[in-house]
């Protein structure tokens, strides 16, 4: 997957628990989870709103894109 979820590193940053922000943000820790591991094919907006406001950050300090394909390719192009 090329979108990356980087939620563990700002729980972390901001010395929050998984549990105290469901709580906040009113979502299953379930589906907490299934976000936090990358696991998501989707994300509300609405959850993303709520996410960016009781962690006190922009959408993009949450989700990073990555061009994996891009990566292997430079190495590969190399070898030969």
Known sequence: ???RVTLDRMLLERRMSLTELCDRVGITMAN????????AKAVRF???EALCRE???QPGDLLTYTDE???DDDEDEGAG
């Open 46 to 48: 609405s959850t993303l």
């Open 69 to 71: 394909p891009g990566e």
């Open 55 to 57: 962690l006190d950050c």
């Open 32 to 39: 907490l989870s299934i976000l936090k591991t990358g696991k």
């Open 1 to 3: 997957m090329a979108i």
